[in-house]
């Protein structure tokens, strides 16, 4: 596991984890979401149920594919307007994601977080106001996350991601400016 930072304005940071090898997650998901057209049109077909049901309304696959880049590219813009606001203003990075769970009222250490446009999810370990980890997204087409395999994944991956920071010793926002991360 490898961690990056993604953003960096003054006292604002995003970073993003990259596994085996990989580019970073938060680079990965908006290139599949924005770019990868047979990516996109296999992920509906294969979850066509779910997208077919009564969470979202029937919805052919084509509509699908442009609604998800659509969707993609205002969801990066939302990162990207929040750093250009970040330098003159008190804007926090917590301003655009939420607790995972809509039970967590508590901010609490290495909360798992999600920020989302639609069906489209960026998840994150929140270290502090504002900075935050990244450990993956996904399309979520239904109700709860522990129905579906994918959605199951990026439970497993919050948590791996969560342990490592904790067994790296990366729990405190000062924690992070004179560390060099390394791979495993």
Not at 51 to 71: C, H, M, P, W
Not at 121 to 150: C, D, F
Request: proline residues 1%; hydrophobic residues 35%; aromatic residues 14%.
């Amino acid at each position: 596991m490898k961690i990056t930072a993604i953003f960096a304005v003054e006292e604002f940071t995003l970073y993003s984890v990259a596994y085996d090898n990989q580019e970073m997650e938060f680079s990965r998901l908006f290139n599949l979401w924005i770019n990868d057209f047979e990516y996109l049109f296999d992920f509906f077909q294969e979850n066509s149920s779910d997208l077919n049901s009564s969470f979202y309304g029937a919805i052919s696959i084509e509509d699908a594919v442009r609604r998800t880049r659509k969707q993609a590219i205002e969801f990066r813009r939302k990162f990207y307007q929040l750093i250009e606001k970040q330098q003159n203003s008190n804007l926090k990075l917590q301003a655009i994601f939420r607790p995972l769970h809509n039970s967590d009222y508590q901010l609490k250490e290495l909360l798992r977080e999600k920020s989302k446009v639609d069906w489209l999810r960026i998840y994150a370990i929140r270290i502090s106001e504002n900075t935050y980890v990244v450990s993956g997204g996904s399309i979520k087409l239904t109700q709860t996350m522990n129905t579906r395999p994918h959605l199951q994944l990026e439970l497993k991956k919050l948590d791996m991601t969560r342990q490592y920071l904790i067994e790296n010793g990366l729990t405190d926002e000062s924690d992070y400016g004179f560390i060099e991360f390394k791979e495993e």
